[in-house]
């Protein structure tokens, strides 16, 4: 029966088809003969903080389909080995290719496991980033506006006395944002009251929420619901009547990128506050696409679920 899932299996000049030119017979003597060369000693012989291969596609089988998600993995090398092992990554990749995953954080986990078992390493370091579908409902029509979200799943093995694996989460939401200060200064010119919104410049803007996960979550579901909580997200499909709201909603309730990046994080307090433990690692980074500027604005976050709570406490 032929295969019409959309993989190609190659032509006949494939690895599947070939007629090999050298016997089996003298591929296993080679192999059992022959100098192991990443194993031998550098000429130089000064350890290597990370070492691997980047911009690689890898495949997931994740509930929405086979995704496609851009990939990092790296290793540290020791002073006394000359270089990594890269087939063993490639294979480690494969082995994982007809796997179902419930979301890529579960992949990067098994991933990292699998590489630092094929290598001489203390640390195994691998990211994942790509785009999944969303479904959102425009604000008037309620249409449904086919959208995607930006995820990221990042994986750090250390080996000690016992491994210890770390799983940070991260999706990054697209949404507008308004100039607080035109909008200020048009209302001294104007004398309008406080209630009617007034002209501003608003601007494209990025904000990227990243968790260490703990005990499965958070879930990415729960990210972009934190940061739609917090922002004016935007659609692909907007009918007239959806994007007078949408324009409406943003201005007024203007932000800074400083106010979407601290929104963000006092969500982070709401929603995990309760189940995440304040030892776990916050990061949120926005970037506004400035549209009367030739600059572009970045804001970012680095902090612990601890701290988070003890500003909400104050």
Same mark, same amino acid.
């Given at each position: ?58 495949? $997931?089988? =994740?509930?929405?389909? *086979? ?33 179902? @995953? ?8 098994? =991933?990292? *496991? ?10 195994? @370091? /691998? ?38 694996? *770390? ?5 990054? %939401? ?13 209302? /001294? ?8 919104? !007034? ?24 990210? $972009?619901?934190? %940061? ?19 324009? !409406? ?16 994080? *006092?969500?982070?307090?709401?929603? @995990?506050?309760?189940? =995440?433990?304040?030892?776990? @690692? ?25 701290? $988070?709570?003890?500003?909400?406490? /104050?």
């Amino acid at each position: 029966m032929e295969d019409f899932s959309g993989v190609l299996r190659g032509s006949k000049k494939s690895g599947d088809d070939i007629e090999t030119l050298i016997p089996d017979s003298e591929h296993r003597r080679a192999l059992k003969t022959c100098i192991d060369i990443p194993e031998q000693k550098p000429s130089f012989s000064l350890p290597i903080n990370d070492v691997g291969i980047c911009r690689k596609t890898v495949w $997931i089988n =994740l509930p929405q389909g *086979k995704i496609p998600f851009e990939t990092e993995v790296k290793v540290d090398l020791p002073s006394s080995i000359r270089g990594i092992h890269m087939s063993r990554i490639e294979k480690a990749i494969a082995e994982l290719y007809n796997k179902k @995953f419930v979301d890529i954080a579960e992949y990067t986990e098994n =991933l990292v *496991k699998s590489v630092q078992t094929g290598q001489k390493c203390s640390k195994a @370091f /691998v990211k994942l980033s790509g785009r999944i579908p969303m479904v959102q409902k425009a604000p008037a029509t309620r249409l449904s506006s086919m959208d995607s979200i930006q995820i990221c799943a990042i994986a750090e093995l250390m080996k000690r006395k016992e491994s210890v694996c *770390k799983i940070l989460t991260g999706a990054g %939401l697209t949404h507008i944002t308004a100039c607080p200060c035109t909008q200020a200064y048009n209302r /001294v010119l104007s004398g309008k009251s406080e209630w009617m919104p !007034l002209p501003t410049h608003t601007q494209r803007s990025i904000t990227w929420l990243t968790i260490e996960r703990h005990r499965a979550r958070p879930t990415y579901e729960e990210l $972009i619901l934190c %940061l739609k909580s917090s922002l004016h997200s935007t659609y692909d499909l907007l009918k007239r009547p959806d994007e007078a709201e949408l324009v !409406l909603l943003a201005h007024n309730a203007p932000q800074f990128v400083e106010d979407t990046a601290r929104e963000t994080a *006092k969500e982070v307090g709401i929603r @995990f506050g309760d189940f =995440l433990p304040e030892s776990v @690692f916050v990061k949120i980074e926005s970037y506004s696409l400035e549209s009367i500027h030739n600059h572009d604005v970045q804001c970012r976050i680095k902090t612990t679920m601890g701290e $988070i709570l003890k500003v909400m406490t /104050v």
